[in-house]
Structure formats: C-alpha cells, structure tokens
C-alpha cells in the first residue's frame, strides 16, 4: 500500500512540475509579445465617468496570448499614446507627454506591469474575454484580436501622480 501512495505522489508532482512550467512559458510568451507594445486603440463607446471604453487589437502568435494581454496595452495606450475619437465621442491624449516617460521610470513600469502588477487595478474586460469572430483575424503568422477594456483613468491618474510619475493637472505647466 505505501508503495502506491509514493508512486501516486511521483505522479501528482510530476504533473504539477509540467503544469508549472507550461505556464511559465506562456507568460513568458505573452511578457515578450508585451514589451513590444504593437497595439492599437480604439474607442468603443462611452464609459461612466473617470473611464474610457475602449477596443483594444493586440498581436500575438497565441490568441489567448492577446486576449490577456489587451489588459496590459489599454493601460500602456492611456498612458502614452492617447487614441482618435469616432462617432461623436472625442479621443483623448495621452496622460504624459513626455516621450521618454517609459525608459526614465524603467524599473517603476517594468513592476506595474508585470505579471499581477498594479496596472490590474485600473482595468476589466468589458466582455468577460469572448471575442467576436470578426474581432479575431489571422495576420501573416500572428492572430489580431480585439478586445472591449474599460480603464479606469480617473484612479489610474491619481496613482501615477502619487507615485511621482506624471504631473498633477493642477500642478501647471
């Protein structure tokens, strides 16, 4: 009898080894499709107040890949790239104009977006991850797939201007 317990633990902790490791590999996949940042933004629609809807086209090789990622890149996009207005609703700017933001406060930006970083606090999925058929296209060797993403740039601007990292609005030009 003790002898098939310990093979059954062998087996559980060899299927637990694998498991580990098969996900460390994706996000490591999807931690270097993310440091690329090829993404674009799009509004989707109006969001309450101190939030932007938006659709979110990420790249990568793996569609789950994107899917996940969508998350990092609305917030990266509302950080330093802005996006058009469509439709009536107006596009917003960027909340830094500073083009050199990123790499100043490297190590700042590599921990808030990292894997469970802080960037989570400020962004949802705003169609509980399911993509449309005509949101997700095979591009040369890559899937682009869009994503809807609610931000909240209300507490995402409060907190980057805690942290030293961007100017308070009031604090002028």
């Known amino acids: ?3 098939h317990s310990t093979i059954w633990v ?13 996900m460390a590999q994706t996000n490591k996949k999807a931690n270097a499709d993310t440091e690329a940042w090829r993404y674009e933004l799009e509004v989707a629609g109006t969001g309450v107040q101190g939030t932007y809807l938006l659709k979110v086209w990420s790249y990568s090789k793996k569609p ?27 596009g917003k700017p960027p909340l830094t104009t500073n083009s050199n933001l ?6 700042w930006f590599k921990e808030f977006f990292a894997d469970g970083g ?13 993509v449309a058929a005509e949101d997700r296209m095979k591009v040369g060797k890559q899937y682009k797939i869009g994503v809807l993403v609610s931000v909240n740039v209300a507490l995402l601007r409060k907190d980057l ?4 990292i961007i100017k308070s609005l009031s604090a002028g030009f």
């Open 1 to 3: 009898m003790k002898k």
């Open 102 to 107: 990123e790499q100043e406060k490297d190590e």
């Open 118 to 130: 802080k960037y989570q606090k400020f962004v949802s999925l705003s169609s509980d991850g399911a």
């Open 10 to 22: 062998m087996l559980m902790l060899l299927i637990t080894g694998f498991s580990t490791t098969v």
């Open 64 to 90: 789950n890949v994107a899917i996940e990622q969508a998350k990092k890149n609305a917030v990266h996009g509302v950080i330093f790239k802005g996006f058009a207005g469509d439709q009536g609703i107006l």
């Open 161 to 164: 201007e805690d942290a030293g």
